[in-house]
């Protein structure tokens, strides 16, 4: 109790000087060392004339001297104007360097005034104890200033005892809700050493270390570390009871844009079960460079990542459709900042448009003239186009197929379609709606008579013979998984669950699912479009796909918090089972059929699958678009069982 009032008291005088005026500080700190230059002074006659000692006649010079000089040669070498709390070792060399210009002017005028009764050796002890006190009051203030005592809330243990580590430990007195403990670092040359009297220890020795100091973070300095050696460590840490965090970029802690404050949650690729696919630059720029561009959907999770990208890929115009004015606004405003900062140098052109208006979007691809587009453009959140079937089939199937037609009579030369894992023998609408559009393309690309009235005006059938018709647009599709940290990801819901107390709700113990990042994502859709040959469905090779509970778990786990069961009642977070919604399922696939071709690139695949020719797809578009209109959802859900054999809306539980 007593130790508790006088921690009280401490930080309750620590808050009073804090909340000093600049000026007053500034005083305080200059009367103070005005006291250590008499003071030393005093030191400095006593120490000569081997005897407590009293000033008199001329030595009372001496004494008026010392803080006359010190102060102007402090305050110019900037003394004043440093804060104690970032007192660190450039302060104190200057400190140094100010009493060392001190002591040689205060020794050059004992010199030439050669008064009587004042030591000429005054003049080299008194500037050492100066320099002694000086030095000794800077540290004393950083120490006590910079709050590190026991009541800190985060007791924190940095993982990297190198460039980035150091500088993170010496920004830390600034940060009052962390005191540093430890440092571990996996080279043995620096394991028992100490930075700034922390010590460095073994990564074997984390468990024990964790325990004995109470570690409630570890923050990992590790940004030129590859990704599976950050893995490892993250996997070997999550038993143990902390908070794991990761370090902003060290160029932006270097130029002071971030602080200590900015520690972050690991980062999502870190949770990702492999490393990220790295980009094919020049595949990515074979075809767009110089290009008008059009992305739909170009608001949302995949959309904006493909605008972010193109846009610093040497585009000459940027189309950015979206339906949302909000959304819209929001990527042409982060894309405008990028340019004011040099970053993007294409035209952007924000156009508010549905993709479900035919007229506006031939009328946008007639006066804009894009040689390519990406069509993003879709509803995805399974359980949302469950319960508004007719929506989601109107958006995603007949969308798709105005944009197929704008793109075919005005001549654009690339279409690449954002399609997903739901696609492939789906159980819910959205999957089958995204086949169906999958559907569309094959059966395009493959044409030998023009589908469309306006598609003559691309491709002139008088010139031809008949049946030789090739489309002019070359049309593929890309297939992937789901996306870490988009709008839809269970990434966001779990960390706001977990920053609740819980609980974590998953909706079954064995679903699983393939799992890739935003931009991991957007740069597959580009790359495979360069390689597109026509009719194309492309897929990643994903790896294993990762169970979502254990996801949850590995999340629970980081944030330094445990789960709740029947084995660990005491635990910190429940997992709870809601059960599969409507249209789920429990694995997720990529392919229909067998046998995937290589291509190019060797993480991305293509796949042969079975298609429809036009006219019969034709007819069969015309009674789902009739069903769509009337509401008959029934037999919305049989003709989408009759275009897409792997439907299965009842596994589902589906309406």
């Not at 030369?413 to 399609?419: A, C, I």
């Amino acid at each position: 109790m007593i130790e508790r009032r006088s921690t009280l008291g401490q930080s309750a005088v620590l808050e009073h000087i804090l909340s000093w005026h600049r000026t007053t500080k500034r005083l305080f700190v200059a009367a103070l060392d005005a006291g250590m230059g008499v003071f030393s002074m005093w030191v400095a006659f006593t120490l000569r004339l081997d005897t407590l000692h009293w000033p008199e006649g001329n030595q009372w010079i001496a004494y008026i001297l010392a803080p006359v000089l010190a102060f102007p040669v402090l305050m110019n070498l900037g003394l004043y104007r440093a804060i104690f709390r970032y007192t660190g070792m450039q302060a104190l060399l200057t400190t140094g360097k100010a009493v060392g210009i001190y002591g040689a002017l205060l020794l050059a005028i004992l010199l030439i005034g050669k008064w009587e009764g004042i030591p000429r050796s005054v003049g080299f002890l008194q500037p050492l104890i100066f320099l002694l006190l000086v030095g000794a009051s800077r540290s004393l203030g950083w120490l006590w200033l910079a709050g590190r005592s026991t009541a800190a809330p985060h007791r924190l243990l940095i993982y990297g005892a190198g460039a980035a580590g150091a500088q993170t430990a010496a920004g830390l007195v600034s940060a009052r809700n962390y005191r540093l403990q430890a440092f571990a670092d996996d080279d043995p040359s620096k394991v028992g050493r100490s930075i700034n009297g922390v010590r460095v220890y073994a990564p074997q020795a984390l468990p024990a270390t964790v325990q004995r100091l109470g570690i409630t973070d570890v923050l990992l300095a590790l940004p030129s570390a590859p990704r599976q050696r950050r893995q490892q460590i993250i996997e070997n840490l999550r038993e143990l009871p902390v908070r794991i965090r990761t370090l902003p970029g060290l160029t932006d802690l270097a130029s002071g844009k971030v602080t200590i404050t900015d520690f972050q949650d690991l980062d999502i690729e870190d949770l990702l079960g492999r490393p990220p696919v790295a980009p094919d630059l020049p595949l990515m720029q074979r075809h767009i460079a110089g290009q008008t561009v059009m992305v739909t959907g170009a608001g949302g999770s995949i959309g904006s990542e493909l605008c972010r990208q193109l846009a610093q890929l040497g585009v000459a115009e940027l189309l950015l459709v979206e339906h949302s004015e909000f959304a819209l606004y929001s990527i042409h405003q982060e894309l405008q900042a990028l340019a004011q900062q040099g970053v993007v140098a294409c035209k952007l052109t924000p156009l508010l448009a549905n993709v479900n208006n035919l007229q506006r979007m031939s009328e946008l691809c007639r006066l804009h003239r894009p040689a390519h587009i990406y069509h993003a453009a879709a509803y995805k959140h399974v359980p949302m186009v469950e319960a508004n079937a007719g929506e989601g089939v109107q958006n995603n199937v007949f969308g798709t197929l105005n944009m197929v037609r704008a793109a075919l009579e005005h001549g654009v030369g690339h279409f690449v379609l954002v399609s997903t894992d739901k696609a492939v023998r789906p159980t819910n609408i959205m999957g089958a709606s995204k086949r169906v559009a999958e559907l569309v393309l094959q059966a395009m690309a493959h044409a030998t008579e023009p589908p469309f009235a306006e598609g003559q005006a691309a491709a002139p059938a008088a010139s031809r013979a008949p049946g030789t018709w090739r489309s002019p647009t070359r049309f593929s599709m890309v297939r992937f998984g789901n996306v870490l940290g988009s709008s839809g990801s269970v990434i966001p819901l779990f960390r706001q669950q977990i920053a609740h107390g819980g609980p974590v709700t998953v909706t079954h113990p064995e679903v699983t699912r393939y799992f890739m990042t935003i931009p991991e994502a957007a740069q597959l859709v580009l790359q495979a479009g360069a390689m597109a040959e026509g009719g194309d469905v492309f897929v990643l090779d994903m790896g294993e796909p990762i169970r979502i509970l254990e996801l949850a778990r590995r999340m629970v786990a980081l944030a330094g918090l445990t789960v709740r069961s029947n084995q660990h009642p005491s635990g910190d977070i429940d997992i709870t089972f809601t059960g599969l919604r409507p249209g789920e399922k429990l694995y997720e696939e990529l392919l229909i059929g067998d046998n995937p071709l290589p291509t190019g690139h060797p993480r991305i695949l293509r796949a042969q699958e079975e298609r429809f020719e036009w006219h019969v797809l034709q007819a069969r578009l015309g009674e789902l678009e009739a069903a769509v209109q009337s509401g008959e959802l029934q037999r919305m859900r049989a003709l989408l069982k009759a275009l897409v054999p792997g439907y299965q809306p009842e596994a589902a539980g589906g309406q």
